[in-house]
């Protein structure tokens, strides 16, 4: 599968933006997601992570409440909405995708990622 991230932007504290992630290729709901992001000279952090249907997703606590994932097979495609954001919020933003019914938080269980997308909340 290929994934594509798109809908980063600059926004100002407290604003909201919508990334999505589009996958091509067969079978998109053999497949967990993650959305992961890397702030600059820190460690790439899991940030939400959603199972094969969608019935189950998980946060970072550093984002709960406050940013919501979702995924829609027939469009193979998954969002991630941020609302609240805070200016420790500015990353790359990844989508990334795992053969398999769940997600991991952990990085290194990704098998795919697309290419980021940079979000920068001012204050």
């Known amino acids: 599968v290929q994934l594509q991230a798109s809908g980063g932007g600059m926004v100002q504290a407290g604003g909201s933006l919508r990334l999505s992630c589009a996958a091509s290729?067969?079978?998109?709901?053999?497949?967990?997601l993650g959305w992961f992001r890397q702030a600059p000279g820190k460690e790439r952090e899991f940030v939400a992570g959603?199972?094969?249907?969608?019935?189950?997703?998980a946060y970072a606590d550093s984002v709960k409440g406050r940013f919501t994932m979702s995924r829609d097979n027939a469009k193979n495609t998954a969002t991630l909405l941020m609302n609240s954001l805070k200016p420790e919020d500015t990353a790359v933003y990844y989508c990334?995708?795992?053969?398999?019914?769940?997600?991991?938080?952990?990085?290194?269980?990704?098998?795919?990622w697309g290419q980021g997308t940079q979000v920068t909340v001012s204050s």
């Open positions: 990334a995708a795992v053969v398999g019914y769940s997600y991991y938080t952990s990085e290194r269980r990704y098998d795919y």
């Open positions: 290729g067969r079978s998109f709901s053999a497949y967990a």
């Open positions: 959603i199972n094969y249907s969608g019935s189950d997703i």
